[in-house]
């Protein structure tokens, strides 16, 4: 018979190992999984302090937590992915290179591998967006708006930025994992979309070419500032045979090849000359070119309004402004009469909508057969009379004849005054034409008028135009009164005489705001109104936003 003791070792032993067994697998477990932590810190690059418990199994992991910003332009590593990017949860922001600083450590407990991330970093969003934008982005005017109405709301996958050819998503809003409130974004980039380098255009930057100068006409420039002009009448005639302001002529003449500009919502924020695309230490003077306000046009409201339309032509996407709409609209709609490019002499009356009504010369036709029959029949009577009558007869029928044209001129000035009312009053009353095609249209006229040399397209009109503005206070204010005026009759109801009479003084100025409202009228299907206006929205709510 087996004895108390004997009960306890064969029974009571075997109990406590096996009780001890989870214990046991606990503790290599956790050894286990902090090996396979340690590897992947290591594996990832991340200064982490990991530890532990052997009884509970639970691992702690101590990550520092991040503040990031975006290298200087002129960095070779700003231009470059970043040779180790994490491939831990949280970490999407790695596949860059950035300045980082430590603001603290999170304390995370894991029981397994799979469990494990890092803390999101902090970055400015604005900043953010503008390196993104500059490594070749394109905002989602979806995902911003959505961004807008919903902030935090946002659905989880949300695209903001798109990759270069618009078909996957560079930022997306990501699952709030310990952001504390903040918007939690994640980061996506593929090598094959480093399609740009340090010699790209910056976002919310443009670039405006010199006007291509007439060959010898900077030399004919020197020789006039170099030479005093004897007859001050020669020098003024010399001047107006310049095509271009004597600014772009001096710009041109120190080997300037462009103009780089910057802008935002109250315009041009500022400018930098450049020679063969590098940038240089002089600034154009661009206050004339300040935005005071959008219902009120000024010279900076037409000159942003233009360089936006022409920058999304060109393919910069300058998103830090936006085009208001009532300029849309305006650029949009037929406001003028093709009688009145008929008037201009810029579209022939055989090229254009049936304008005006056919004039009827008969009857003054009929009124000189009549009176010259009537002098043949006193030509004829004088010669029947007697000689001593005829002298007589003679100066009556002189006095007659000359009064009979007297009137005849003023009859003849009366139906031409009147033919001429009645032309202009058809050419206002006529159908309006396409925006883009009255554009077109005064771009020949300018042409042909050697306002512009040949060869140039609607861009580089445009191009030339806001080049001119830039330099030239006198010629943007110019412009911009044209297309105020512009707007105003078109606003009001429609062309009249007045207006007609202010285009044909200032006709070439008429001809290059055409050019603008016709890129505007273009790029107002392209151009979406409310991306730049949803940007800047998301921008000023968020101002610090997470991204992991």
């Known amino acids: 018979m087996s004895s108390a003791t004997d009960i306890i070792t064969y029974i009571g032993v075997p109990l406590a190992v096996l009780g001890v067994l989870?214990?046991?697998?606990?503790?290599?477990?956790?050894?286990?999984?902090?090996?396979?932590?340690?590897?992947?810190?290591?594996?990832?690059?991340?200064?982490?302090?990991?530890?532990?418990?052997?009884?509970?199994?639970?691992?702690?992991?101590?990550?520092?937590?991040?503040?990031?910003?975006?290298?200087?332009?002129?960095?070779?590593?700003?231009?470059?992915?970043?040779?180790?990017?994490?491939?831990?949860?949280?970490?999407?922001?790695?596949?860059?290179?950035?300045?980082?600083?430590?603001?603290?450590?999170?304390?995370?407990?894991?029981?397994?591998?799979?469990?494990?991330?890092?803390?999101?970093?902090?970055?400015?969003?604005?900043?953010?967006?503008?390196?993104?934008?500059?490594?070749?982005?394109?905002?989602?005017?979806?995902?911003?708006?959505?961004?807008?109405?919903?902030?935090?709301?946002?659905?989880?996958?949300?695209?903001?930025?798109?990759?270069?050819?618009?078909?996957?998503?560079?930022?997306?809003?990501?699952?709030?994992?310990?952001?504390?409130?903040?918007?939690?974004?994640?980061?996506?980039?593929?090598?094959?979309?480093?399609?740009?380098?340090?010699?790209?255009?910056?976002?919310?930057?443009?670039?405006?070419?010199?006007?291509?100068?007439?060959?010898?006409?900077?030399?004919?420039?020197?020789?006039?500032?170099?030479?005093?002009?004897?007859?001050?009448?020669?020098?003024?005639?010399?001047?107006?045979?310049?095509?271009?302001?004597?600014?772009?002529?001096?710009?041109?003449?120190?080997?300037?090849?462009?103009?780089?500009?910057r802008m935002g919502q109250l315009g041009v924020q500022d400018a930098r000359e450049e020679e063969s695309h590098k940038l240089l230490e002089l600034r154009p003077s661009i206050k004339h070119l300040t935005i005071r306000n959008e219902r009120h046009g000024c010279p900076g409201l037409w000159f942003a309004c233009a360089a936006t339309a022409l920058g999304s032509k060109k393919g910069t996407g300058l998103w830090s402004y936006t085009i208001p709409e009532h300029i849309l609209s305006f650029a949009e709609s037929a406001t003028i009469p093709a009688g009145v490019m008929v008037v201009l002499d810029v579209i022939d009356e055989k090229d254009a909508p049936a304008c005006f009504s056919p004039w009827d010369d008969e009857l003054e036709c009929e009124e000189e057969r009549n009176r010259t029959f009537a002098r043949l029949r006193r030509m004829g009577e004088e010669a029947r009379l007697p000689p001593d009558q005829q002298q007589a007869a003679r100066l009556k029928r002189g006095r007659e004849d000359l009064w009979e044209m007297q009137e005849a001129n003023k009859k003849r000035q009366i139906n031409q005054r009147v033919r001429e009312e009645t032309r202009m009053y058809e050419a206002l009353r006529s159908s309006r034409i396409d925006p883009a095609l009255v554009a077109v249209r005064n771009l020949e006229w300018l042409m042909n008028k050697e306002h512009l040399q040949r060869g140039h397209t609607m861009r580089t009109a445009v191009e030339e135009a806001l080049y001119t503005m830039l330099l030239d206070e006198s010629k943007a204010t110019a412009i911009s009164d044209m297309l105020n005026k512009w707007k105003s009759w078109a606003d009001s109801g429609g062309m009249n005489q007045e207006h007609l009479d202010y285009v044909k003084k200032s006709q070439s100025t008429f001809a290059l705001a055409s050019c603008i409202v016709g890129v505007l009228s273009e790029g107002s299907t392209t151009l979406d109104g409310s991306v730049g206006n949803d940007m800047a929205e998301c921008i000023r709510v968020w101002r610090k936003v997470r991204l992991g």
């Open 22 to 261: 989870p214990i046991l697998y606990t503790c290599l477990k956790a050894l286990i999984t902090l090996n396979a932590i340690k590897r992947e810190l290591r594996h990832n690059g991340l200064d982490a302090i990991a530890r532990g418990s052997l009884l509970t199994g639970v691992v702690e992991i101590e990550l520092p937590r991040l503040n990031i910003t975006p290298l200087e332009r002129d960095e070779a590593d700003y231009w470059k992915l970043a040779r180790s990017p994490s491939s831990i949860r949280g970490g999407t922001w790695s596949v860059f290179n950035w300045d980082k600083l430590v603001t603290g450590h999170s304390l995370y407990r894991l029981q397994y591998k799979d469990q494990m991330r890092q803390p999101q970093a902090e970055v400015d969003f604005e900043e953010l967006i503008a390196y993104l934008l500059d490594r070749g982005a394109i905002p989602s005017v979806d995902g911003f708006r959505m961004l807008r109405t919903s902030s935090l709301w946002t659905p989880t996958g949300t695209t903001i930025l798109l990759s270069p050819d618009t078909t996957h998503s560079v930022l997306k809003v990501a699952v709030p994992d310990d952001s504390d409130g903040v918007l939690s974004l994640a980061l996506g980039w593929r090598p094959d979309w480093n399609l740009r380098d340090i010699n790209s255009l910056p976002p919310y930057w443009m670039r405006l070419e010199t006007p291509n100068i007439r060959q010898g006409e900077t030399e004919k420039r020197a020789l006039i500032d170099g030479a005093e002009l004897e007859d001050a009448t020669q020098e003024k005639e010399l001047e107006g045979s310049q095509e271009h302001s004597p600014a772009a002529i001096d710009l041109h003449s120190r080997g300037y090849k462009s103009v780089r500009l």
